[in-house]
């Protein structure tokens, strides 16, 4: 068997609302995209990040609900320069997102933890210079 991690998906209450989020960290999507149950895009080196609505997910899992916690799913975004960290988390925060302001962590990279509209946390980080 030779299996290769292919795609992270996530399911998203709103999609427009998602996809705005991930756009202020650089990920493009076409214009109609914010009314779509089902979004992917390819990121450098191939991976597939994918959104689904919930209506997509109840689809094909009637009972499907929300994970309950904080244990959903965890995503990195690695930046240039600890001021990149600062800039993002700052415009994230500035457009009502919450999460654990940029610090310098001890394992030598400027880290800020950053919640996505759905509750999954979204880590940025940068070596530090």
Known sequence: MN???DLVGLVVADMAASLAFYRALGLEFPADAD????VETVLPGGLRLAWDTVDV???FDPDWTPPEGSAR????FAFDSP???DAAYAELA???HSGKEPWNAPWGQ????VHDPDGNGVDLFSPLE
């Open 3 to 5: 299996a290769r991690l």
């Open 35 to 38: 009314a779509q149950p089902h």
């Open 57 to 59: 997910i109840r689809g």
């Open 73 to 76: 799913v965890s995503l990195a």
């Open 83 to 85: 001021a990149e960290v």
């Open 94 to 96: 500035a457009a009502g």
């Open 110 to 113: 400027r880290y800020a933890i």
